[in-house]
């Protein structure tokens, strides 16, 4: 469809881009290092000027493979092959470090939502919410790991053998997060893999990098030099060099399959690399023919178009029942319509500008073969385009030979399924490479059983009446075959980057003996009954 240009809305004093950031910095064994090497501009897709232009942010290292072993080195050097002074450290010491960072953190809350906003176009509230419920999962963490060593403070006894049972750090971890939630899910990899005593290498995604800068002295001054270590740049140049090394423990990475394979396959041993994974997914909705159709229809709103769909929990494809599925098209794509396309900070704003510059182009690709195999563009603006957006296209009905229905479109286009058989949609979803959430709309207990009890062998979460999501962060968040490898979530994820390692002694008095002075004496940090209430 043509373009069309919105109606410039002038910017906010709060919101505006007063001068660029330019990030000529980086942190690696303790320091902020200046960078006087290459750089990258860093663009917003949201314009400053009534004239479409886009702003320029700032600029960032681009740095290569002499920097990505140097922070490897410094990520060595702190891990100590097991004796350094961080996987060593006291629980109590590592938590006042993790309480010093969390604070400093906090102070930054303007600085980083005012960057989510203009570097990846998530609106206000949104990103005000990932930014609070980042801090949350912080403090959600350190309670948890206080429970975890205040239940392994004992001994165990089993055949004459005692065993001081704790968890450990696994070593050295690369973290690499995704561009959607920049803030949120890649603190939801590193916070743990740092609170369980690890040492590690963290690059920020390729778009929402600028908001790392005003936490930069935070990871400095909060953490033992070496602990955390952070570098810019393309994960080919990057990334790549630092896993061919073999030194990396732990890749821990949210993104595309492709790419963790790709990283992967750099390792030369990889028997010894433990994966933490959050990869690609194909959430599907289900609307069953008894479901509460305004119910439905909000949460696949939701589903669909939150952070326009950018989300691997966002509803991908929405079967609906061919008894109810006129209506609920109706219904639906002028709900659709009536959402406000705006920038982050108008109110009211359920739309906003796709970060990705080519986003509008790849989305068109793919109503544009869908409506060649056959589909229709059910709403009256789908497909609407301006310099940054393209407003979400309602098509139906979708087959298995439509891109759309193979891909994930990580963008707004609503893919709508008619299906006359349950067994329809459940094989489907059998037969998918992915396997992370379902969303089930219906009433019947005796069909919402059996359905319940075959969907939870094919996915990981089922959500009955509602939209995919991910939190709250106490639950589990993982996923089947190439939707995640490892679970996320407070409780799991401090387990995912540990591993059990013990103490054990015949039960004699020698040996008892010399336990018991250790525990008296407060020589050992491992070797310990004392916790922190």
């Known amino acids: 469809m043509e373009a069309k240009t919105k109606t410039f809305n002038k910017i906010p004093e709060t919101y505006q881009i007063k001068s660029p950031i330019h990030q000529n910095t980086y942190l690696v064994g303790g320091q902020l290092k200046p960078w006087k090497g290459k750089t990258t501009e860093v663009y917003s897709t949201i314009s400053s000027t009534e004239e479409y232009k886009p702003t320029l942010l700032g600029s960032i290292p681009y740095m290569g493979e002499p920097e990505a072993n140097e922070a490897l080195q410094a990520a060595a050097n702190a891990f100590d092959k097991g004796k350094g002074l961080w996987p060593t450290m006291k629980v109590a010491d590592r938590v006042a470090c993790m309480e010093k960072f969390a604070k400093q953190m906090v102070t930054k809350r303007d600085e980083v939502v005012k960057l989510l906003m203009w570097e990846i176009g998530k609106n206000l509230p949104d990103s005000e919410k990932e930014f609070d419920r980042t801090v949350e999962y912080i403090y959600d963490t350190i309670e948890d790991y206080k429970q975890l060593d205040r239940d392994s403070a004992n001994f165990k006894k089993r055949d004459g053998i005692y065993a001081h049972i704790r968890r450990g750090p696994l070593g050295i971890v690369l973290c690499l997060g995704p561009y959607n939630y920049p803030l949120n899910e890649t603190f939801a990899l590193l916070i743990p893999a740092l609170m369980m005593g690890n040492t590690a290498i963290f690059k920020p995604a390729k778009h929402g990098v600028l908001l790392i800068t005003p936490l930069l002295e935070a990871f400095r001054s909060s953490f033992p030099k070496g602990v955390v270590n952070i570098v810019f740049g393309r994960g080919r140049e990057v990334a790549a060099p630092i896993m061919k090394s073999g030194r990396v423990d732990v890749l821990a990475l949210i993104g595309n399959s492709k790419s963790a394979v790709a990283l992967q396959d750099q390792h030369p041993y990889k028997n010894r690399l433990r994966l933490v994974l959050g990869l690609e997914a194909k959430n599907p909705a289900i609307v069953l023919p008894d479901a509460d159709l305004d119910l439905a229809i909000n949460e696949c709103i939701a589903g669909t178009l939150s952070f326009n769909g950018q989300r691997c929990t966002a509803l991908k494809l929405v079967y609906v029942h061919e008894d109810i599925v006129d209506e609920f098209n109706k219904r639906f794509a002028k709900r659709v319509d009536e959402l406000k396309f705006g920038n982050p900070w108008d109110e009211g704003a359920k739309l906003t500008p796709l970060p990705e510059p080519d986003k509008p182009a790849y989305i068109q690709g793919l109503i544009d073969d869908a409506v060649g195999k056959g589909a229709k563009i059910i709403n009256k603006k789908g497909g609407e385009t301006t310099e940054n957006y393209i407003f979400p296209a309602v098509l139906y009905p979708v087959t298995e030979a439509m891109r759309v229905y193979q891909e994930e479109q990580f963008g707004p286009v609503i893919p709508i399924v008619p299906f006359k058989k349950i067994d329809e949609p459940i094989n489907d979803i059998a037969d998918s490479n992915y396997g ?57 994820a401090l387990r995912s980057f540990s591993i059990r390692t013990f103490v054990a002694s015949k039960d004699n008095e020698y040996n008892n003996r010399i336990l018991n002075d250790l525990l008296g004496s407060k020589a050992s940090n491992f070797v310990s009954t004392d916790y922190i209430l």
């Not at 009890?453 to 709250?472: A, F, K, Y």
């Open 436 to 492: 992370q959430q379902v969303s089930l709309f219906g009433a019947d207990i005796r069909k919402l059983a059996p359905l319940i009890d075959t969907l939870v062998n094919l996915v990981c979460r089922v959500n009955l009446n509602s939209s995919c999501q991910r939190g709250p962060d106490m639950y589990p968040f993982t996923g089947r075959k190439d939707s995640a490898v490892g679970t996320l979530s407070v409780h799991d």
